[in-house]
């Protein structure tokens, strides 16, 4: 018998049609049916726990114990410990550590009553009727929105770019220091009163005391009643009328105009002092930047989540209306996009 | 003598002694050491999981202005707030705190408050609703009125003011806050105060402001916006202000807004800040 026939007799016992014996259980290096049965049933327990834990404490599901977040919970929807605490303190006029068992049991209480209100409300369908809960839905809805913009901080990237995009509402307020002097119309009117002016305003240029050009063309300073002599632009531009405040736009200190006809008579303005609006640093106006930033994300968003809304709704309008509905919307639309239009640099 | 066995043949192994322990013989006590091991790390994992879900619990089942004064909750929220905080509030107040009065962002670290006494109660309220964020339940009463625009103001008609009586109002402060200033234009400026302009109304007669609105001190010299230079103050007045904070009730859980909330009076409080804050920044703003 040579080597290999040994070795082929000694290997035929292991290769035998017998299975092999099972070992303990705790015996890793042999097959154990019965802790195969168990490492299954473990495992099936362990992810039914799972998945039956997910399902009873999901939102929505009904569960028998409070959150610690919350106080109570009426028919499931929860009582937000903080909100309990605010009412407290707003109740009481105290803080809340100061408040007697007694007092946060009233509170609660009235909390409570609150919830269970507001939810038979909802079954009355209130918001269907009621005009306060229905403006109190709207302005909520309105104001989400902000919230969504508010807690999404832009970049200083990005407040450059609408910054850079929107530079001249980023300028001090010019002021001006002026003359405005009226020759009446029940003084002189037509030509004759064009040419007194120029001559009055010919006058000024030559460095006449003001007091002697009034005197000497019958004229009259327009003093706004309680104002001082500097003005912003915004309120001179009211005291002068469109047309005299074009005009003066233009003065540096020391200039005179040219004759204005207006309803009242001519005006000339004399320029004492014009401080035009000087633009102003992103740093400077980082802050109101970032505020005028999140009211345009704010006013866009709002109409990207009506488009949503009236896109999604079913809404059908009375035929003696639809037409002229129609069109207006068309038109908003055309006016909405000429600012987005011309802002882009 | 026997003839070689090639190492590759199928009856290598069988060929080896009888006593010398297989792979998984040798691997035996590893198998075991990694059931242990896994043992362990579950075992603790759950240990610690449950540990924190006892301090959730217990943190929002606390008073919330009594949380600082309980060292193992306080240490607890401040840990768990730490994260969040440099992921959500940083960005605007800075790393350590310290807020940024160029762009009208509170100094967190400071002890003087804008909305309310700075009390945990009053913090978890305005991180939970914001400071004119769009939610309801926010501070949203008041706002700086533009006096250099047209209309100053949205909510009801107020007077534009003009260049002359802004620049009044502003000696007034700056004489009424023991500055230097021009005394006779102060005089003026304080008419102008307690009626033109209406400022009494939000900032008091006697220019302490009002915590329920948010109306700041006027002769603290503490400001929100800029070093309280006239050029900084004629900017809020004729510009206006009107800061926002967003309300993140929402966006984080209420035990995360709640440790947040003891964070940042930890940090306006100074000894506890010490401990609390990783290294507490300079105090150069306006506390919020």
């Not at chain 1, 909100?83 to 408040?99: N, R, S, W």
Request: hydrophobic share 40%; with cysteine.
């Amino acid at each position: 018998m040579n080597v290999h026939e040994a070795v082929r007799q000694d290997a035929a016992p292991a290769e035998s049609t017998s299975p092999p014996a099972a070992g303990g259980f705790w015996d890793f290096k042999r097959v154990n049916p019965v802790r195969s049965m168990v490492c299954f049933g473990l495992g099936a327990a362990i992810g039914l726990g799972i998945a039956g834990f997910g399902l009873f404490t999901a939102k929505g599901t009904v569960t028998h114990v409070v959150p610690p977040e919350n106080v109570a919970l009426v028919n499931q929807r929860p009582i937000l410990r903080t909100d309990f605490i605010a009412q407290t303190e707003t109740e009481l006029g105290k803080p809340f550590g100061e408040a007697t068992a007694p007092e946060r049991l009233k509170v609660l209480d009235e909390m409570l009553r609150e919830e269970l209100f507001v939810q038979r409300g909802l079954e009355l369908d209130f918001p269907g009727t009621d005009p306060d809960t229905r403006t109190a839905l709207v302005a909520a809805v309105e104001q989400q929105v902000v919230a969504d913009v508010t807690t999404h901080q832009p970049g200083d990237a990005e407040l450059q770019k609408y910054f850079e995009e929107n530079r001249a509402n980023y300028a001090t307020e010019g002021t001006m220091a002026l003359h405005n002097l009226l020759l009446p119309k029940t003084n002189s009117s037509g030509p004759d009163a064009m040419g007194t002016m120029q001559q009055a305003a010919a006058a000024l240029r030559a460095h006449t005391p003001l007091d002697d050009v009034v005197k000497t063309y019958g004229l009259r300073e327009l003093v706004p009643e309680h104002a001082s002599d500097e003005q912003f632009y915004f309120a001179q531009r009211i005291h002068l009328g469109d047309a005299l405040y074009e005009r003066t736009l233009t003065l540096n200190d020391g200039d005179v105009s040219e004759p204005v006809a207006a309803q009242d008579g001519v005006h000339i303005v004399q320029m004492v002092k014009n401080i035009k609006p000087l633009p102003l640093t992103f740093d400077r106006v980082r802050s109101q930047v970032l505020n005028d930033y999140v009211m345009a994300e704010k006013k866009r968003l709002e109409d990207a989540d009506l488009q949503y809304l009236r896109d999604k709704a079913d809404i059908l309008i009375a035929d003696d209306y639809a037409a002229a509905y129609e069109k207006n919307q068309v038109e908003k639309s055309a006016e909405a996009a000429k600012p987005a239009e011309s802002s882009k640099p | 003598m026997p003839p070689p066995v090639a190492e590759n043949s199928p009856l290598a192994s069988d060929l080896q002694p009888r006593d010398r322990p297989r792979f998984r013989d040798r691997q035996g006590w590893k198998v075991w050491a990694g059931i242990g091991l896994a043992i362990l790390i579950v075992a603790g994992g759950t240990t610690y999981l449950a540990g924190q879900s006892t301090m959730r619990a217990r943190l929002m089942r606390a008073d919330p202005d009594a949380v600082p004064q309980d060292s193992d909750l306080n240490r607890f929220a401040i840990a768990y707030a730490q994260p969040v905080y440099d992921q959500y509030c940083a960005s605007c107040h800075g790393d350590h705190l310290q807020g940024n009065s160029r762009d009208g962002v509170p100094d967190l670290t400071h002890p003087a408050w804008l909305y309310g006494e700075g009390r945990v109660a009053q913090i978890e309220h305005t991180i939970l609703h914001g400071i004119r964020a769009g939610d309801p339940k926010g501070w949203n009463l008041a706002d700086m009125p533009a006096f250099g625009q047209p209309n100053p103001y949205k909510r009801y008609k107020v007077e534009p003011l003009e260049p002359g009586e802004i620049r009044d109002v502003i000696e007034f402060l700056l004489v009424s806050g023991g500055k230097p200033g021009d005394r006779a234009a102060a005089a003026r400026g304080s008419k102008i105060f307690a009626a033109k302009g209406q400022c009494f109304d939000c900032h008091s007669p006697d220019l302490q402001g009002d915590a329920a609105i948010g109306a700041p001190n006027l002769i603290d010299d503490i400001w929100l916006y800029g070093a309280g230079s006239s050029e900084d103050i004629y900017d809020s007045i004729s510009r206006g202000r009107g800061g926002i904070s967003p309300a993140f009730a929402q966006e984080l859980s209420p035990v995360t807004i709640r440790a947040l909330a003891v964070l940042v009076y930890a940090a306006s409080h100074q000894e506890a800040a010490k401990t609390a804050v990783r290294s507490p920044g300079p105090s150069t703003g306006t506390g919020g």
